[in-house]
């Protein structure tokens, strides 16, 4: 019995070695880290810095999945994209998410995970220039495309068809720099994703969309080929679930939205709500006003253009209320419910006010209110950066109608690789700006059109009791 023992022993303390021996799945492996390595391009489709930190529609995916698996998100940034499918799996290397297109070749080098996103190639073209019909079209013509990209990939797979089919390739560019250049007529076409094309087309309106040159193709993370999947089956049932909940759908309208100009739906919409909206909130707006010394009717369009007077609006990145708060911004400012209407417009005011004080001295008048109101929807340190590029230019950084020029610059790679704080959807801040001036302009119309109601109605009130005096009077002397 003894040597039973000893036996039974023994074996059980062999399991135990053997098992706490064993080697951790890849999955595990981050967890006990603690991080997730994403490689990504630093852009308007993948990430960048926004006014609140880091966002993206790639980086807003990434960090729901690290904040699942209980890790930090640490995103390193590859701009090759022929260097970035080599490095997946490598260490600090866990998954690549940049708008990979799903293609053969790239199949052989790494493992794709469930699709999110399905885009086509479109071939785009000045619209002062002829409209191509077919490939046929292209032959002798100058195209210009992304390095190692997918649309690399498909010319060579159409020159099979077209041997004299020629095209020029440049890893330094976004998609957002090929629309660019295609407005501008500095190449005749390009190339790019429908989703890159979808948004910027109506800020470079001279590039249109000939055709396209793909059938439509998916996107996905991209892993590494290996037996261990236990990352890969963990995203595959993330990715599901964002799925069936709804979650993925509206992250893709947000980053894929359009921001629209004021047309005259618009313009219909606002005056309704005017209406029907603004009377709730006056009140709040006109006491905020008066404690920070800011227009209400400032303050009004300010709250329109982020909520639309919804005091229960909220985007999916969590900012809400009428003026459309972080949870970060509100604890700073003291505020504890983001959708009490009065909390969050002196919440929202106060901030302005803020950001407002730190515009620096010298610059007064509009221009000093139009650079608040940028640096509240892009972020202080993006609004330097724009500053800065101006006078790099010979322009004048004091000047809102001069910054506004350089703004849109900071989505180029060429220009926000040299900046302190990178990427930005620099043409945001600037529709902001207008939209928020032309909802300021109405506003203050149709408050002059009250005040002037209200002087016709006095005086008519005054005719009418001096007309009732001398009515008096006269049949008294009767």
Known sequence: MLKRFLATGLLLLTSTVLVSSKTPTVLERIQAEGKLYVLSRNGPTTYYEGPHGLTGFEYTLAKAFADELGVELVIRE??????????????????????????????????????????????IYHRDGERPAEVADLIGKEILVIANSSHSERLRELRRDYPELRWSERHDLEMIDLVQMVHTGQVQYAIVDSNAFAINRNVYPNAQSAFDISEP????????????????????EFFARIAESGRLAEVTEYFYGHMDKV??????????????????????????????????????AMSYQESHWDPKARSHTGVRGLMMLTLVTAKELGISNRIDPEQSIHGGARYFKQIYQRIPERIQGPDRTWFALAAYNVGMGHLEDARVLTESHGADPDKWADVKQYLPLLA???????????????????????????????????????????????EHFDSIKAADRGLISLSLSL
Do not use: C
């Open 412 to 458: 180029k790679r060429k220009y926000y690789q040299h900046t302190k704080f990178g990427y930005a959807r620099g043409w945001e801040p600037v529709a902001y700006v207008q939209h928020i001036r032309q909802f300021y302009n109405i506003l203050r119309w149709l408050d002059q059109q009250k005040q002037r109601q209200v002087a016709d109605a006095t």
């Open 217 to 236: 193709q998916q996107l996905a993370w991209a892993f590494p080929r290996q037996a261990d999947s236990s990352l890969y089956d963990a995203a595959q």
């Open 263 to 300: 047309n005259k739906g618009g313009a219909l919409l606002f005056a309704d709500r005017v209406k029907t909206r603004l009377p709730n909130w006056e009140g709040y707006l006109q006491a905020a006003g008066e404690e920070y010394g800011i227009d209400w009717r400032l303050l009004a």
């Open 78 to 123: 590859e701009s090759n994209l022929g260097l970035l499918i080599d490095s997946v799996g490598r260490p600090m290397a866990d998954i690549g998410a940049s708008g990979l297109t799903v293609t053969e070749r790239r199949k052989a080098k790494v493992r794709f995970g469930q699709p999110y996103l399905e885009v086509t190639q479109q071939l």
